[in-house]
């Protein structure tokens, strides 16, 4: 901004360097340094508030090799080093193409740089191939939904081989307002009680964390670019290319925090505050698989039941 002939850039709140974010709500200007602390402090009272750390000796952190499971793993690092939490790294190979290469290749290269041991699994391995062209036909199913069933099994089942008592993913807050608002727009309120930044573990079911509840997509962008951790920033190949409701929806969240700044972390606040609690959904009672002996609500786990019709049994 040049005001009479004087270019007066915005500095930081904290230290007078030039910044390079502004959170608008809470009036801060912040320069790179005092930008990569606040995002680690955010991340660090969303774990303190919701004690996702309580009695968890060893981590498994999921990571997709984009700029959101980058930024958590690069602080949750840290944080567990502080701690003296043990942690493992994730990264699932959905074996479609050269974007999954890449990102399996990104998370792999993060994991090595940072010195995190960690677990490469291939979807093959557990029977799964989303690019058969009759997928679709014969589980009745989208390819990124069967992906999405078979990542969450593939996690838990690794949790559990590894002694990890919890999950972390990287889902930001408009990941989450974004699933909330479409699940109220269909009326699917008890599935809001999984968008909880913290979901406790069960039988066989570890628990589930999101340390970026409170985290805007664009803080994980510029964490990245700002840190130079590598990311892949390419969107499935296997998402629907028409706009969904769910792309409208998060259209519409962007929207509403850039107008209104805090108003998207504020509605997610109250999710967890008033509207979650206030609901009355009835607990879920999970059995066994007879199959696998995972967590499932029927006589066989919807991961199962795919790799079943997939292998053309009923
Ligand atoms: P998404 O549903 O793709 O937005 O992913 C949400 C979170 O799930 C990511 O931030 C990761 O923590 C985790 N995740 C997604 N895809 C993978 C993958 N292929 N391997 C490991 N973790 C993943
Ligand atoms: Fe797995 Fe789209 S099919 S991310
Ligand atoms: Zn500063
Ligand atoms: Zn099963």
Redesign the pocket.
């Known amino acids: 901004m040049i005001v009479r002939g004087r270019d007066v850039r915005a500095r930081c709140t904290f230290c007078n360097e030039e910044a390079i974010y502004i959170v608008k709500h809470r009036k801060l200007r912040l320069c790179r340094e005092h930008f990569i602390d606040y995002v680690k402090t955010e991340v660090e009272n969303t774990i303190y508030r919701f004690e996702m750390l309580k009695n968890v000796k060893k981590l498994l952190i999921?990571?997709?090799g984009?700029k959101?499971?980058v930024t958590m793993l690069h602080i949750l690092h840290q944080i567990c080093r502080e701690l003296g939490t043990e942690i493992l790294g994730?990264?699932?190979d959905?074996e479609i193409g050269e974007f999954s290469r890449k990102?399996v290749e990104t998370s792999v290269q993060v994991f090595k740089s940072l010195g995190i041991p960690y677990r490469v699994e291939r979807f093959s391995d557990y029977g799964i191939d989303l690019l058969r062209p009759d997928l679709e036909k014969i589980t009745r199913r989208p390819p990124c939904s069967v992906c999405g069933i078979a990542?969450r099994y593939i996690m838990n089942r690794v949790a559990l081989e590894e002694n990890c008592q919890a999950i972390a993913?990287?889902?930001n807050m408009i990941?989450i307002a974004q699933y909330a608002i479409a699940n109220i727009l269909t009326g699917s309120l008890e599935y809001l009680t999984k968008l909880l930044p913290k979901v406790e573990e069960g039988p066989r079911m570890a628990r589930r964390l999101r340390p970026l509840y409170f985290i805007d997509e664009k803080e994980t962008k510029l964490y990245v670019e700002t840190v130079k951790l590598p990311y892949v920033a390419d969107r499935c190949p296997l998402s629907d290319s028409r706009e969904t409701m769910q792309d409208t929806v998060r259209a519409l969240v962007r929207e509403l925090e850039d107008r209104h700044p805090g108003s998207i972390r504020s509605f997610v606040d109250k999710l967890v505050r008033r509207i979650i609690p206030s609901l009355k959904v009835p607990e879920e009672r999970y059995g066994t698989c007879k199959i696998c002996g995972m967590p499932s609500k029927g006589e066989v786990c919807s991961f199962c039941r795919i790799r079943m019709l997939l292998r053309g049994e009923t």
């Open positions: 999921a990571v997709s984009g959101d499971s994730l990264t699932i959905t990102q990542k993913t990287g889902h990941d």
